[in-house]
């Protein structure tokens, strides 16, 4: 079993910034699972934002947040980072990073296993 928490999320102007932080605990073999980040708006269907492989390697990113959000990881830390620059109000929702036990990254959340309880991120206008 992994145990995701998010932390990071909160209220942020429109133009503003937020680093998002994904702590995993559990089983030691963190370094050996692909992580995501999604989000879901009040309303609409949970959503890929970005994922990355096992070492970081490879990176993938949804249209809608390419060239503003960034993810990276610290495997010694167990940790996975989102850092959203310029954030726009159309980014609200609540943000859940998600643990692959695969190697390579996914766009599709069925194709993860583990999911953290949510982060809530608000962008004014």
């Known amino acids: 079993q992994v145990h995701l928490v998010e932390s990071g999320g909160g209220l942020v102007q429109a133009g503003g910034s937020l680093r998002l932080s994904c702590a995993a605990s559990g089983r030691n073999i963190f370094s050996s699972y692909a992580m995501g980040w999604f989000r879901q708006a009040p309303g609409k269907e949970r959503e890929f934002v970005t994922t990355?492989?096992?070492?970081?390697?490879?990176?993938g990113y949804a249209d809608s947040v390419k060239g503003r959000f960034a993810t990276s990881r610290d495997n010694t830390k167990n940790t996975v980072y989102l850092q959203m620059n310029s954030l726009k109000a159309e980014d609200t929702a609540v943000y859940y990073c998600?643990?692959?036990?695969?190697?390579?990254?996914?766009?599709?959340?069925?194709?993860?296993?583990?999911w953290g309880q949510g982060t809530q991120v608000t962008v004014s206008s």
């Open positions: 990355i492989s096992w070492n970081g390697g490879s990176t």
């Open positions: 998600a643990a692959r036990t695969r190697p390579g990254g996914s766009w599709s959340p069925s194709e993860y296993d583990y």
